[in-house]
């Protein structure tokens, strides 16, 4: 391993971190603008805690509607704080959508398009880490997941990456690297950002042998039939085209949510050691995926190929100081909304170039603008496109030039094509795709060199249509 001892990073950055500038940390703007009254200012965040749970499902948890008993941590996580009922992926697949989450950039602007290895984080891009280390906060990163590493250039902004990238989950080696972060953290008493990717619930479907009597257990009677490894012979036997029963559907989706069972069990723990620490009181934790999963909604398993709601729609919860508990619709939240949104809840100024906006008035129970969400996806060397807004949705084949538009009001499950039947509107829709992928083209994505950059009558198209959230027009980072 080229990593360096955590002991040594931890010492040699304690050193970096005290020649760095402290600021904007106390919370010393005052009062929302739109609270003049209150006496005293909502209580802020200190401290980021960001769970990114891998291939999970909204629906595979019971605050999202799951009735088995999948979810208990994140269930009151979500009591607690803020759960957002509308939150969705830019691509169904990790590289891609973890870079969205931590630069707020969509996949052309980021780069990460495909699965070609030269497809990495670019050092140009502006990340929440990087951020958040010019504003005095140790930075520190724990990955399972082998798209999100070093390598990758997710290393960007972090004090410490550690990443373990074997498609292996293993929580007892994550708890043992967060111990060793908050320990380090405790004692310099400086605010954290630790982003931990969570390999589960990605498949293979391999639960504990207690979670899955818990979920399969209450399925069916006996469990000859509920083995992993015979459900998971039975994807590999559907992959290479044979039929799936629903029995088989059946056990598999409940095999998947056994795993959940896991990974929920998993942040109760790693919450238990923030709480140890004595940090949870002062920390905003942030739970999200970064895609979904489907089981034959549309032909097929696993995640990556498609861009039906199935693949791209995501659980977000945040808890913390000044959150107070709710259910809220964002009219859309997306990935790139999401470090805006962290850091308006702290307090901290927003970077130029970003593309969210943030959800922090939607969080408090606001009406937000809606947003439109673009969403893509070309590994494989597929080359397919989405553009989702609350009600329309629509889905182009880049390759054949096929479209399809789903009125998600009356058919939330995208089973009725309403391309013919709304031509004016797919055509209207299809217009603002072209415009989307001009503009990205426009602003030389993907060059590792630059920052993307649009003009200003681009930018103001593209915030018209509901693509871009941020305030300003853009201006390179660095
Ligand atoms: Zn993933």
Not at 69 to 91: C, I, K, N, Q, W
Not at 164 to 189: T, Y
Not at 371 to 382: G, K, S, V
Not at 445 to 467: F, H, I, M, V
């Amino acid at each position: 391993m080229q990593r360096p001892s955590l002991a040594a990073s931890l010492a040699r950055h304690a050193a970096l971190a005290s020649t760095l500038l402290a600021s904007a940390l106390c919370g010393c703007r005052g009062d929302d603008e739109g609270a003049p009254e209150a006496p005293v200012a909502a209580p802020r965040p200190r401290h980021v805690v960001w769970i990114v749970l891998d291939t999970l499902r909204a629906d595979a948890l019971g605050c999202y509607g799951n009735a088995r008993a999948t979810s208990p941590v994140l269930d009151e996580l979500a009591a607690r704080g803020v759960l957002v009922e509308d939150a969705f992926a830019h691509a169904p697949w990790t590289r891609p959508s973890a870079a969205s989450m931590l630069s707020s950039l969509h996949p052309p602007e980021h780069g990460i398009r495909s699965e070609d290895p030269r497809d990495i984080l670019p050092e140009a891009v502006l990340t929440l880490a990087e951020h958040f280390r010019a504003h005095a906060f140790r930075t520190a990163a724990i990955s399972e997941n082998p798209h999100v590493q070093q390598a990758t250039g997710f290393g960007q902004g972090f004090e410490l990456f550690l990443g373990k990238p074997l498609w292996q989950s293993e929580p007892a080696w994550m708890l043992e690297q967060a111990r060793a972060v908050l320990g380090a953290v405790r004692e310099s008493k400086e605010p954290l950002f630790l982003y931990v990717h969570a390999l589960d619930p990605h498949d293979p479907y391999e639960p504990s042998e207690e979670d899955r009597r818990a979920i399969l257990g209450a399925l069916r009677s006996g469990d000859a039939d509920v083995d992993a490894g015979r459900a998971l012979r039975r994807t590999e036997r559907l992959l290479a085209g044979e039929a799936l029963s629903s029995e088989d559907l059946q056990v598999l989706r409940g095999l998947y949510e056994a795993e959940v069972r896991g990974a929920d069990r998993f942040v109760g723990e790693l919450l238990e050691l923030v709480r140890e620490h004595g940090l949870l009181e002062d920390a905003l934790v942030l739970v999200t995926s970064d895609h979904g999963e489907e089981f034959l909604e549309h032909g097929a398993l696993r995640h990556g190929d498609q861009l039906y709601d199935e693949s791209l729609r995501v659980p977000l919860l945040f808890s913390g100081p000044g959150l107070a508990p709710r259910r809220v619709r964002a009219a859309l939240a997306r990935h790139v909304d999401l470090a805006p949104t962290v850091l308006e809840l702290l307090d901290l100024p927003q970077p130029e170039g970003w593309r969210g906006r943030s959800l922090a008035p939607a969080l408090r129970g606001a009406t937000q603008q809606p947003a439109a969400l673009y969403a893509e996806t070309r590994w494989r060397e597929l080359g397919r496109a989405a553009l989702r807004g609350e009600r329309w949705k629509l889905l182009q084949d880049e390759r054949t030039g096929e479209r399809a538009l789903f009125d998600l009001s009356s058919d939330p499950g995208e089973t009725r094509d309403r391309a013919a039947a709304e031509l004016v509107r797919t055509e209207e829709l299809a217009r603002d795709l072209e415009l989307l992928q001009r503009a990205f083209r426009s602003a030389g994505s993907g060059d590792p060199s630059s920052a993307p950059e649009y003009d200003r009558a681009t930018w103001e198209a593209l915030q018209k249509l509901g693509y871009t959230g941020a305030p300003e027009p853009l201006s390179k980072q660095r």
